[in-house]
């Protein structure tokens, strides 16, 4: 049994005592010792401009050609925090309540408890920096409000909600930079962890521009490379979003947990040919003003302005008439997944349902007449009035609607289907954020510790920048503290030249292979494998199809890729390559996880254990617990447990009927 | 910051254009209001004196001088920001940006300048040389268009100067051509001069915008009628 | 909207790394579906290449949803393509007509070199935000998020200021190279809000002497930049950070 080593005592206390008792390092020992922090997204440079601030010397590292581009910046919704500005009734224990039962039960209490402590501080501290948080008209902050709950905690700047924190956070980075604490090395990918006597003591680095390999040594090593959605090839992510620097440190001993924990988003724009290289979130606040609907009738070829307002079928507000439209996550992908799948999906390629905003315009626009005092306005002028308060409320996503599938939204319902977004399992870390690997951390998206099985909307950008700003400062410090005794490592030390020369091995056999097949079609092949067998519904026979498949397609990967060029330059497919090599290896553990959760929970969904009404039906005698896995050889993992505790919330059945 | 950092950088540099180019601005108020004096078709009698009051004003004769290192300066800022904003691309496109966003004058500020310093060498040649500097390379004798004051003091005849110019056609046109690049040249500096001292609101810039087209065309418009008044005849 | 296929000629500068030569290299692409973004077009060029035992075409890239600021390609005289308020990556091939010749190259400035193709080097705007672009304030001192209110027009002008993502287009579409309209973008993000009040006039002033330190040129006030940028980043803050610049260099009471 893992043990998460959260203190003992009442939850609404635990976080308090801990920052209380934890041990400390003077700023002189701080100046002295170098933490190495892997990617520069929320938690990476929150981290990074924190710590900095306490006076580490810091060394950041992102793949993109500024830390500003971390693929945080494109969330688009929100962030939660319990301030109870609305007077609406929330407060820290209803965020964490509400936090916990979203994630169906899955979830650490006594972290999402500190989550939702530290959230207050999140907005407080991003206002301070300057962050452009939407306003009334009075001057103070608004809110909204967003799938999964009932009350308006949601902070907000346009739809442009994680670009502007990032920008908060990548400012106050640029800062500890221009005061010479934090070093910072775009252009770089993570390509190994070293471990010395078991505990982590550095990385080798590959320089992406000129391809050569560099040593860094450091007395921590954080990891908030973020998520792995990208092994579904298709995915909201970036582009070069991975899972390689989180890879490399579970092979060095990091275990990893939940991978099967993938979060479907339910409002995407659906794929428009084989040619599609990214998927394109329309955020959830969409929802809010949105009807989700379908065609009663199955097959139905019309257009949506010819389907007669009783031929619609309004699944969500049918099925969960308390929530409606604003169901979880997980729930609403379902449930459109299940439309298309009976049949009822629209669109040419029947793999889409509608999201109309009809109803809003008209409602927006009767409003406004109203307060217009035009008593006897036409048609045409209310969805014209209508049609102004839309746009300036979502204006920006309909233009990308637009833009991208050439049709324009105030007139047509959008189609949307749900696509790979979030991936809430990830690197296994205890109550102080460290791994099983001594000295290396896990931060944001990238560890698995706050969402449980499906993750609330506007909690990602809630959780990386709590672990960045407001944990990990207190937490390192408890683990440095005794470590200064020790002499920082030299990266002339033999772990070191053995880690380099084990990369240099990798890529030179990567690069040698110089087969047929590029490295793009093999990550569509495993996208396909994953998304089919281990995406929105899973069952214990395509999970095992796919695992045998997966091995296929890894013996096939390493005999037959192509990958162009040289290694001593700027090339793009060899780090892809790398990437997809890792993908393929983490895909296979994915569907072992995924096969050994026998129930249904959150984003994980066995087709064998559901409700006769078609809900997750999770078995909470038997799987309450964290599924924590140990790399051991090729194909080979052990699984470790870490029980869940539920202290103060009790497991029910989720439900949002 | 010290003063030269302040006017080394880019943004002091454009002030330094804003600000000569405002008063050159305040300038062709005054020159043209002056100017317009010779539609009085007196003879030349209103036009006269007021040239002759101002030159024989010792704080316009100073303030001629700001207006000589005011166009000075312009100039020369001018040439060198536009020099330096030419190298800052050392390669460039193979297909240009084009129009989209700027207007054609706007882009070509430099070339327009170009124009009206030429255009200014050859009006300081006709006018202010041969009234100043007493007709040392005039181009006709001195007593046939001298002037003589109600008090009897000899004045350069400043009216009889300009029909003497504009009766050749080619001087004409030369002119209507330098009132055309002034009217562009200034469609885009009188906006943007203030731009650069700092006017952001927008209710203003729009003011300004308007402000400025009016200015660009009523003066270049005023200017170029004078020659084309003279040689036409309209006025004598 | 009707979907249709096309054939396009495209020409796409090359260069190997930052000290080579370069020079257009001519392809043609094939039944290019007019759903696809310009960056899958390409994809489908390099796939061809790889195919052929080629070297792709090295170019920046990452969201694909128009906000990292990553793509920067100068596509037949217009950065990020001719579409209005739109980054290469959203361009869709509907943009273009069968039969079409695209050309394609890296944005061009001194401060920003090409490293490879049509990526090039942006780490200035690094380096002028570390002047100045931020608002000191050490995590865990932050007041109440209502303590401070703000004017919301000014939050407002602040956000739109702040929507900037800092991918270089003004600067290629300027035909001074000025990067005006990213460092006001920054400049009155901040400076609109109390919050940066106390920093307001070192911020301009470092950040503009950063500026000019890096090799771009200075603004004409043309209005190439704001039609060019893909965030809609008005012509007015570059007027704003003028009248902060001066007012703080004709006010500051320090030397250096």
């Known amino acids: 049994m893992l043990d998460a080593k959260i203190p003992e005592g009442p939850l609404d206390h635990v976080w308090t005592d801990y920052k209380g008792h934890c041990k400390l390092v003077n700023p002189a020992n701080k100046r002295k010792m170098e933490i190495i922090i892997i990617g520069t997204g929320l938690a990476g440079a929150s981290a990074a401009a924190s710590l900095g601030e306490l006076g580490y010397k810091v060394k950041a590292f992102c793949y993109q050609d500024s830390p500003r581009r971390a693929h945080s910046i494109a969330a688009q919704g929100g962030i939660n925090a319990a301030k109870n500005y609305q007077n609406d009734g929330d407060s820290v224990f209803r965020l964490f309540y509400d936090t916990i039962k979203g994630g169906d039960y899955r979830a650490r209490e006594g972290n999402v408890h500190r989550l939702a402590e530290v959230s207050v501080n999140i907005i407080d501290q991003c206002v301070a920096q300057g962050v452009p948080f939407a306003r009334e008209y009075g001057g103070l902050l608004s809110n909204r409000s967003f799938g999964g709950t009932q009350v308006q905690r949601t902070f907000y700047a346009a739809g442009q909600t994680g670009q502007q924190l990032l920008i908060g956070a990548y400012q106050a980075l640029e800062r500890q930079i221009a005061l010479g604490n934090v070093k910072m090395y775009n252009r770089h990918e993570m390509l190994e962890l070293v471990t010395i006597d078991g505990k982590a003591k550095g990385i080798i680095a590959r320089n992406l521009v000129s391809g050569e390999l560099e040593r860094h040594s450091g007395y921590a090593v954080l990891l908030c490379s973020g998520g792995y959605g990208n092994v579904f090839y298709l995915s909201t992510n970036a582009m070069g979003s991975n899972v390689t620097a989180a890879w490399k440190t579970h092979k060095k001993g990091a275990y990893f947990a939940n991978p099967c924990y993938t979060q479907i988003h339910p409002t995407c724009i659906p794929v428009s040919g084989e040619h599609q290289s990214k998927l394109t979130l329309m955020s959830e606040s969409l929802r809010n003003d949105g009807r989700i609907w379908v065609p009663k009738k199955q097959n139905d070829t019309r257009k949506a302005s010819e389907i007669p307002e009783e031929e619609r079928d309004y699944y969500l507000e049918r099925r969960y008439p308390a929530f409606g439209n604003l169901v979880p996550r997980d729930v609403a992908s379902r449930a459109a997944k299940e439309r298309c799948d009976a049949g009822y999906g629209v669109g040419t390629s029947k793999q889409a349902v509608y999201l109309d905003y009809g109803n809003a315009i008209e409602r927006y626009g009767q409003i406004e007449a109203g307060k217009k005092g035009i008593a006897n306005a036409s048609a045409e002028d209310i969805i014209a009035m209508g049609r102004e308060v839309v746009k300036e409320k979502y204006g920006n996503l309909f233009d990308m609607y637009e833009k991208i599938t050439g049709e324009n939204p105030y007139e047509v319902p959008m189609r949307i289907y749900p696509a790979v977004h979030y991936t809430m399992g990830g690197i296994w870390v205890d109550y102080e954020l460290q791994t099983t690997v001594p000295g290396l951390y896990s931060l944001g998206e990238a560890n698995f510790s706050d969402h449980g099985a499906n993750r609330l909307g506007a909690s990602a950008l809630m959780q990386g920048l709590a672990d960045g700003y407001f944990v990990i400062p207190y937490t390192i410090g408890n683990f440095l503290a005794d470590e200064i005794r020790n002499p920082p490592t030299s990266v002339d030390h033999p772990a070191f030249i053995a880690a380099q020369k084990d990369v240099e091995e990798r890529i030179n056999r990567l690069i040698n292979i110089k087969g047929k097949t590029s490295v793009e079609s093999f990550h569509k092949r495993l996208g396909k494998i994953m998304w089919d067998k281990c995406g929105m519904a899973r069952n214990a026979q395509g999970l095992q199809e796919a695992i045998s498949e997966i091995r296929k397609l890894k013996e096939e990967f390493w005999s037959d890729v192509r990958i162009p060029g040289e290694v001593k330059e700027m090339n793009f497919e060899l780090d892809k390559a790398g990437r997809v090599a890792d993908f393929i290896e983490l895909g296979e553990l994915m569907c072992i996880d995924a096969l050994q959760r026998e129930e249904s929970c959150g984003g994980h969904f066995r087709e064998e254990h559901q409700t006769e009404e078609g809900e997750a039906l999770r078995d909470d005698e038997n799987f309450m617990y964290v599924a924590a896995w140990e790399y051991k050889a090729d194909h080979d993992w052990q699984l470790h447990k870490e029980e869940l505790k539920y202290e103060i919330v009790k497991p029910t059945a989720r439900s949002y009927k | ?236 | 909207m009707e979907h249709y296929n096309m054939n396009l000629t495209l020409k796409i500068w090359r260069q190997k790394d930052a000290k080579a030569k370069g020079g257009f290299e001519t392809y043609q692409v094939k039944n290019i579906s007019s759903e696809m973004s310009f960056l899958e077009m390409i994809d489908v060029l390099n796939e061809d290449l790889i195919t052929e035992g080629k070297d792709p075409i090295a170019f920046d890239h990452d969201c694909r949803e128009g906000i990292c600021g990553s793509c920067s390609m100068y596509i037949n005289g217009k950065p990020h393509g001719p579409w209005k308020a739109t980054t290469v990556c959203q361009l869709h091939m509907r943009a273009f007509k069968d039969g079409e010749t695209v050309v394609v190259e890296p944005w061009r400035a001194n401060a920003f070199p090409v490293i490879k193709d049509l990526c090039v080097d942006r780490s200035a705007f690094d380096r002028i935000v570390q002047a100045g672009g931020y608002i000191s304030v050490n995590t865990g001192n932050a007041v109440d998020g209502n303590a401070i209110p703000v004017d919301k027009d000014k939050a407002d002008k602040s956000f739109a200021a702040a929507a900037c993502i800092a991918c270089g287009a003004c600067v290629a579409a300027c035909k001074n190279s000025s990067a005006m309209l990213f460092v006001s973008a920054k400049v009155s993000h901040l400076a609109l809000l109390p919050q940066g009040e106390p920093e307001r006039k070192t911020r301009a002033i470092n950040m503009v002497a950063q500026m000019d330190k890096e090799g771009f040129g200075s603004c004409t006030n043309i209005g190439a930049c704001e039609a060019t940028c893909p965030k809609e980043i008005r012509l007015t803050n570059i007027a704003r950070l003028n009248a902060e610049y001066l007012s703080a260099a004709l006010t500051i009471d320090k030397e250096n």
Not at chain 2, 36 to 56: E, K, L, P, Y
Not at chain 2, 123 to 131: E, L
């Open chain 2, 1 to 236: 910051m010290t003063w030269k950092q302040m006017f080394t950088s880019s943004i002091g540099q454009k002030l330094t254009m804003a600000l000569t180019g405002l008063f050159l601005i305040t300038f062709l108020i005054v020159h043209v209001g002056l100017n317009a004096c010779i539609w009085a078709n007196d003879g030349g009698q209103m036009f006269n004196t007021g040239a002759n009051f101002m030159s024989s004003m010792l704080v316009i004769r100073i303030m001629e001088i700001g207006l000589f290192a005011g166009i000075i300066i312009h100039v020369i800022q001018g040439l060198l920001l536009f020099f330096e904003n030419k190298s800052k691309r050392k390669i460039g496109y193979a297909i240009e940006y084009g129009e989209r966003g700027s207007k054609w004058y706007s882009r070509s500020m430099g070339l327009l300048g170009t124009l009206l310093l030429l255009f200014l060498i050859m009006h300081i040649y006709h006018f202010w040389v041969p009234s100043r500097l007493g007709g040392m390379w005039n181009i006709k004798p001195l007593e046939e268009v001298d002037y003589t004051n109600g008090l009897g003091k000899q004045y350069h005849n400043l009216y009889a100067e300009m029909i003497n110019v504009f009766q050749n056609p080619i001087v004409v046109i030369l002119y209507v051509l330098g009132c055309i690049s002034l009217a562009y040249h200034l469609m885009h500096g009188f906006e943007s001069a203030f731009r650069t001292i700092g006017v952001h609101n927008n209710r203003y810039l729009k003011m300004l915008r308007y402000v400025g087209r009016g200015y660009s065309i009523i003066i270049s418009i005023a200017f170029a009628m004078m020659p084309i008044s003279i040689y036409l005849g309209w006025i004598r």
